[in-house]
């Protein structure tokens, strides 16, 4: 096959890559890796982009947005051909003070249709409910009365019981219902397995992967996602990504997860997000090459609200105390509250989360 020179050097470089653990690819191999690297300039019809800037950013400011901000996404998440556009939570308003939030916490219908009238677009409106607080059986009417499409049921894992049951009644009602079970990375496989079969069963559409802490890898992602979309395929559902931006992988995490079938991404403006924030619509709408997204419409809105909001105080974004918790994949209550504090002690807050492994 070589001449003896040739075959000489081409040992060697297989010693030297051998020597660092790297590998030769045979053409067989190539021909799939190239068959791979082709989806990047492909799109699949099925991804859906959904837009949680107010919901997670709000997060940061206690939901404290103004209509001009808020009509404004919603005429920048038509432009940009986004598909869903989270308003934020349905709280129960007997556990949260309404005056200590924004009305983005609370998500009343009266208010959304304050911004987006009847809704004769394409974008659809989705809310959070989160388990344990909200009133769902009460505060979640009727489809056919709300300008809610989607209801997005969050859950702990040891909560799946309930999850079911509200997403029972939302699907009753006539609602699309996703389920994203958070903290997955504190969560025993075993256990997840049974959560996705549980879920499996019930009438969602779609169960999310949710990095809450930001501690994942996308080798990781990977094979979260394939458990995922296992289940997925066995009962007729699809899988949805929200990503934290603690390592700076929140990005690279979604794009895994869409190169692994997953079809549901959450992203926000400016990354916007509690603590260490999340996936930048930006960067995701930059990515993608379906041409129903047009990604100029979200750098007009960032450039006019974003800066103005930091102006104004609120802060998130990657930092050394949300790297730490995302590390030693713990909660970043700890981080937001150094934040808050605007302590520069990085070793010493080192030192405490250490002390919580």
Not at 18 to 24: E, I, Q, T, V
Request: glycine letters at 6%; charged letters at 25%.
């Amino acid at each position: 096959m070589f001449d003896k020179p040739t075959k000489v050097w081409y040992n060697n470089c297989r010693s030297t890559l051998k020597r660092y653990s790297l590998k030769l690819y045979s053409v067989k191999e190539r021909g799939s890796f190239m068959k791979e690297l082709s989806k990047l300039m492909n799109y699949r019809s099925d991804v859906r982009v959904v837009d949680a800037t107010l919901r997670d950013g709000g997060l940061v400011n206690d939901f404290r947005f103004s209509d001009e901000f808020v009509r404004d996404l919603y005429l920048s998440n038509i432009k940009s051909g986004v598909d869903y556009m989270e308003f934020g939570y349905r709280a129960d308003k007997e556990m949260f003070k309404v005056d200590d939030f924004g009305p983005c916490k609370f998500c009343d219908d009266e208010y959304i249709r304050s911004i987006v009238g009847d809704n004769h677009t394409d974008l659809k409106i989705a809310i959070m409910a989160d388990v344990v607080r909200c009133n769902y059986k009460q505060d979640i009417i009727e489809r056919e009365n709300s300008p809610v499409d989607l209801i997005r049921v969050a859950t702990y894992i040891h909560q799946i019981p309930t999850a079911v049951d509200m997403i029972e009644d939302a699907k009753k009602k006539g609602y699309e219902v996703s389920c994203n079970i958070m903290a997955i990375s504190n969560a025993q496989e075993s256990d997840i397995k049974v959560a996705l079969d549980i879920l499996g069963q019930s009438p969602v559409d779609v169960f999310y992967i949710v990095d809450s802490f930001g501690s994942l890898y996308p080798e990781q992602i990977a094979r979260i996602a394939d458990l995922y979309c296992g289940f997925a395929d066995k009962y007729g559902k699809k899988v949805g990504i929200h990503a934290h931006n603690n390592q700076q992988l929140a990005f690279a995490n979604t794009i895994e997860a869409v190169g692994d079938g997953v079809d549901w991404l959450d992203a926000t403006y400016s990354a916007m997000g509690r603590g260490a924030g999340n996936c930048a619509m930006e960067l995701l709408l930059g990515f993608l090459k379906n041409p129903k997204y047009n990604v100029y419409p979200v750098f007009q809105f960032i450039e006019k609200h974003m800066s103005k909001l930091r102006e104004e105080g609120a802060v998130w974004g990657y930092d050394l105390q949300y790297l730490l918790t995302g590390l030693f994949n713990q909660h970043p209550r700890t981080a937001i509250q150094y934040t808050k504090d605007k302590r520069n002690d990085v070793s010493e807050f080192y030192k405490e989360i250490i002390s919580q492994e």
